[in-house]
Structures are given as structure tokens and as C-alpha cells.
């Protein structure tokens, strides 16, 4: 089982940066795909990024490519999500998960294992 705990969400201004990072407990980090979602008001959670057990396959929702970069570093038991030029847009609750599949890529919020309890970020036009 893995505990996710999401901070560095925050207030910031259109075209600024901020960077999200989830700590997992136990020791299995390494065992899991890790994603990031989104949840604005009103709306769906949305997939943003995912990113492979190893670190070394990644992908993105055409909305957030080229601005929005994951990582991950394994022995901190932590997955990043670094996110420049922000948009009014890109307001929401942001959650982090992890998938106990690796082979494939899963989008869809049904398919990961575990959560995080979000973080908000706002971002003033």
C-alpha cells in the first residue's frame, strides 16, 4: 500500500511557474507508475502526466506538453510535477496517483491504485 501527500500548490500569476511534489510512504515507490491528475470546479478529473517506475518514459495531455515537465527520483520516495507558463486555465485541485501497472499508459483516473488529497492551484489571469 502507498500513502501519497501532495504540496507546492499555491496562488500565482499567468505565465509563472510553480512545482508540485508528491512524498509516497513505504518502501514500494519504486513499484508504481505515478500520474498527475486535475479536478477544476464543475469538471471531470482529468489526466495531466504519467511517468514509468524507471522514470525514463513520460507522457503528457496535449493541453500541458512543452509546459508542464514530471519527474520523479526514487530513492526520496517522490514524483514532481514542474509547471511553467501557467494559465488561467490551468486552475484546479491536483492530485497525484499511482499505478501498480507499468506497461501501459493509463489516463483514466479508474485505472490508478492510490491517492493523494490534492493540491490547489490558482492561477490569476
Known amino acids: 500500500q502507498v500513502q501519497l501527500v501532495e504540496s507546492g500548490g499555491g496562488l500565482v500569476q499567468a505565465g509563472g511557474s510553480l512545482r508540485l511534489s508528491c512524498a509516497a510512504s513505504?518502501?514500494?515507490?519504486?513499484?508504481?507508475?505515478m500520474g498527475w491528475f486535475r479536478q477544476a470546479p464543475g469538471k471531470e478529473r482529468e489526466f495531466v502526466a504519467r511517468?514509468?517506475?524507471?522514470?525514463?518514459?513520460?507522457y503528457y495531455a496535449d493541453s500541458v506538453k512543452g509546459r508542464f515537465t514530471i519527474s520523479r527520483d526514487n530513492a526520496k520516495n517522490t514524483v514532481y510535477l514542474q509547471m511553467s507558463s501557467l494559465k488561467p486555465e490551468d486552475t484546479a485541485v491536483y492530485y497525484c496517483?499511482?499505478?501498480?501497472?507499468?506497461?501501459?499508459?493509463?489516463?483514466?483516473?479508474?485505472?490508478?491504485?492510490?491517492w493523494g488529497q490534492g493540491t490547489q492551484v490558482t492561477v490569476s489571469s
Open positions: 513505504g518502501r514500494t515507490f519504486s513499484s508504481y507508475a
Open positions: 511517468i514509468s517506475r524507471g522514470g525514463s518514459r513520460k
Open positions: 496517483a499511482a499505478d501498480s501497472l507499468n506497461g501501459v499508459v493509463h489516463t483514466s483516473p479508474q485505472e490508478y491504485d492510490y
